[in-house]
């Protein structure tokens, strides 16, 4: 086992100072409250005192005592000493003059605080470390890093270096032999014979069957995309993906040996031990057959995207331009016919079918005219037609291309579909057979009737299939609709309504979500943390109930609201609001009042209003979740609370020489007490005290807000559900 996986500069790190502390590391962790000075005045003489509050603060930021408990930066020194009121720092010197004081001082403060020894935490310790490297996997450096904040935030003291390097190393390598043993135990021997052989190269072969596996068909074509079905078709025939794993194996744990398994040299995966080879060999063999099907669909949306679609349509846009000068033509000798038409309205009454001939042969032939007809049936689609189709003649005569995969897409790889895609994924799974047909009386270019699925025949392609005008040989156009399955097949499969199951990257999205036995296991405490029914239904028609309710009073205010507007587009618009020019009554109201105003300064009325709710005060609690350890904690929290108004530094406010207000003892109440959790502990008792002020019951039932000057009244709540458009 490997124990010195750790660097130089991380194991210089262990336990030990690495440079000064940050200022806020100052402010959190090296100030002393009431209890650290009042174990510290139990001790007489400066240097022993001074020793012992380096000793207190160093196991609180490092989680162990020095040996030396003098090696410790100035400024931490310097900190010390002037929280206790020693001048001259230096005769901390003499704390070491007796060996016994250093470690009667360690006692000490480890009863106090409740410091355990590591040796009573040892086995717990490992407990934690082999549970967290057998679910997560992480490596040695990261357990090591977990083990050290399991045992600061337990209360336990640090051991050596090499103590813990050792425990991390052998609970690690007990959890991966474990999970190799477990997952090779799931193998008969056929399956681990199949899984060696993997390794070896074939005869005649340049590559084992691994790196072939590997390294799949990467061209978008149809020949290619067969041979990655062969090759799923290949793998899926080893029956190792069916394996079902044990269901106390992580699955990323799983994962972590297929990643390594997809990149390690097969010579180098025959060197591992058995169980690890094997392990890694079969999450290898069970990730190459979800990567097989991931890279096949992969192909199938490129070639579709790509060399299908995409050039489909490029060539139909090359053959509109070219049959544009014929059909400009056409056009132009009907247009002529019809004016000549239009023109037969203002004759008289009793004007003769072949006097308009006459006029219409006298501007374009007959036979041009027949021929204009011709050629503009033949180019444009009928009116009900949604578009030209002309993509779709183009793709389907690519039907060599896709013809092998076609066979085997759905034989080789299960679909699963929705209400949507059902009738879609059918239309495709019967292609194989409906291909396969022959018959001595007609080509193989046409399918009969009964062997298609005639509901997915939608849209232009009818024209295709069905033929325009339409077949009367219960025939249809074979290419046309092996394009047409395949084109829904492919629209469906983007929207996931056909996925794959054995997939990753084309499986259903609603598969990952609990079900059954599962989710019954933990569907209480989801619902009680979301706040919601077990059954919607209640809840579904409560929200209707107040959205029809909600649309109705915005319904009502817009017909007497001649500021708010909705076009036809269904766009709603509002005018802008004109200032209201204020009277010279609310001018004069607001000097009298502004003069009537006393100048108080800020942090004295945050004192105030704190001195009005003592509950306030009493919410703030320490990180430890006990009740503070400070005299005069409102008057450091108000001195806070000011600067943080006033966004500004706690330099203007902090006064030297006043242990409330000093710069760091404010760093401290921050970073300890002026917490989010405790910040909402006590704002419902202000805002309770607030509500029985009568300014701000006369505003908004006691509901009021104010940001930068300005006061938002609350609305009541039986107001909260209703709209106001006024």
């Avoid at 203002?346 to 219409?360: A, T």
């Avoid at 919601?532 to 959205?547: K, N, Q, S, V, W």
Wanted: glycine content about 6%; aromatic content about 6%; overall charge neutral.
């Amino acid at each position: 086992m490997p124990v010195d996986f750790l660097s130089d500069s991380e194991a210089a790190k262990y336990g030990r100072y690495d440079g000064p502390p940050s200022r806020a590391e100052m402010e959190k962790i090296f100030f002393l409250d009431n209890e650290d000075m009042a174990l510290i005045k139990g001790h007489r003489g400066r240097h022993i005192r001074c020793g012992f509050a380096l000793q207190l603060v160093t196991v609180r930021y490092l989680g162990c005592f020095l040996a030396d408990p003098l090696e410790v930066p100035n400024e931490v020194l310097d900190v010390v000493a002037a929280q206790l009121g020693i001048e001259d720092p230096s005769c901390v010197k003499r704390h070491t003059e007796r060996d016994k004081t250093r470690l009667e001082h360690t006692w000490e403060i480890a009863k106090a605080f409740g410091l355990e020894d590591f040796a009573s935490a040892e086995a717990e310790l490992a407990g934690k470390v082999r549970a967290r490297a057998w679910n997560i996997g992480d490596g040695p450096t990261a357990l090591f890093q977990y083990a050290v904040r399991w045992l600061r935030q337990n209360d336990v003291l640090l051991p050596g270096i090499s103590t813990l390097t050792r425990l991390v190393a052998r609970e690690r390598e007990r959890a991966t032999r474990e999970l190799h043993d477990t997952l090779a135990a799931l193998l008969s021997a056929q399956q681990r014979a199949v899984l060696d052989l993997l390794l070896e190269v074939p005869p005649g072969k340049k590559v084992s069957d691994l790196e072939r596996w590997r390294t799949g068909p990467s061209k978008s074509s149809g020949p290619q995309i067969v041979k990655s079905l062969d090759l799923v078709a290949e793998i899926g025939g080893t029956e190792l993906g069916r394996l079902e794993l044990d269901a106390a194996v992580p699955q990323r744990r799983v994962d972590e040996l297929a990643r390594y398994g997809l990149t390690a040299h097969s010579s180098q995966l025959k060197k591992h031990p058995a169980s690890r080879r094997l392990a890694t060999l079969l999450a290898t063999a069970q990730r190459l057959e979800t990567k097989t099907i991931d890279d096949t669909l992969e192909l199938l949306d490129l070639l579709m995207v790509t060399e299908l679609l995409g050039k489909a349509q490029r060539e139909a846009d090359k053959q509109k331009v070219i049959k544009h000068p014929r059909l400009a033509k056409a056009s132009a000798w009907l247009a002529q016919a019809v004016e000549v038409l239009l023109e037969a309205e203002g004759w008289s009454e009793d004007v003769r079918l072949f006097e308009v001939w006459e006029m219409i042969d006298a501007v374009v032939p007959r036979a041009q005219l027949r021929s204009a007809v011709a050629t503009v049936t033949g180019l444009v689609p009928p009116p009900d037609a949604e578009d030209d189709g002309g993509w779709r003649a183009e793709m389907a005569s690519k039907y060599a291309t896709v013809s092998g995969f076609v066979k085997l897409l759905t034989a080789v790889i299960a679909f699963e579909a929705n209400a949507e895609g059902r009738q879609v994924l059918t239309a495709i799974q019967a292609l194989p057979d409906a291909l396969a047909y022959r018959s001595r009386h007609h080509p193989v270019t046409v399918l009969p009737l009964r062997l298609i699925a005639p509901l997915v025949v939608t849209g232009p392609w009818k024209r295709l299939v069905f033929g325009h005008p339409a077949r009367t040989d219960n025939l249809v156009d074979r290419n046309a609709y092996v394009f047409c399955v395949l084109e829904q097949f492919h629209r469906h499969l983007k929207r996931r309504e056909i996925h794959s199951p054995a997939s990753s990257r084309w499986r259903d999205p609603d598969a990952q979500l609990l079900k059954g036995a599962v989710w019954a296991a933990v569907k209480d405490s989801v619902l009680t943390d979301l706040g919601l029914p077990e059954d919607p239904a209640g809840l579904l028609a409560e929200h209707a109930e107040r959205l029809d309710r909600a649309y109705r009073v915005v319904r009502a205010g817009l017909a007497a609201n001649t500021s708010v507007t909705i076009d036809d587009d269904g766009k709603i618009h509002v005018a802008s609001v004109k200032a209201i020019d204020e009277p010279p009554s609310l001018i004069d109201l607001r000097k009298r009042v502004e003069a009537t105003m006393p100048r108080v300064d800020i942090s004295e009325a945050v004192v105030e209003v704190l001195g009005w709710c003592p509950k306030f005060m009493e919410a703030f609690t320490s990180i430890a979740g006990t009740g503070p350890h400070l005299d005069n904690l409102d008057i450091s929290a108000a001195a806070c609370l000011t600067a943080q108004a006033l966004n500004i530094t706690y330099g203007p406010i902090a006064v030297k020489g006043v242990p409330a207000l000093e710069r760091h003892r404010l760093g401290y109440v921050d970073h300890t007490y002026l917490r989010a959790d405790n910040y909402g502990a006590a704002n419902p008792h202000l805002i309770a005290k607030q509500a029985g002020i009568g300014f701000a019951q006369a505003l908004g039932g006691g509901l009021v807000a104010a940001i930068d000057g300005m006061r938002f009244v609350g609305p009541c709540p039986r107001c909260v559900d209703t709209l106001s458009t006024g």
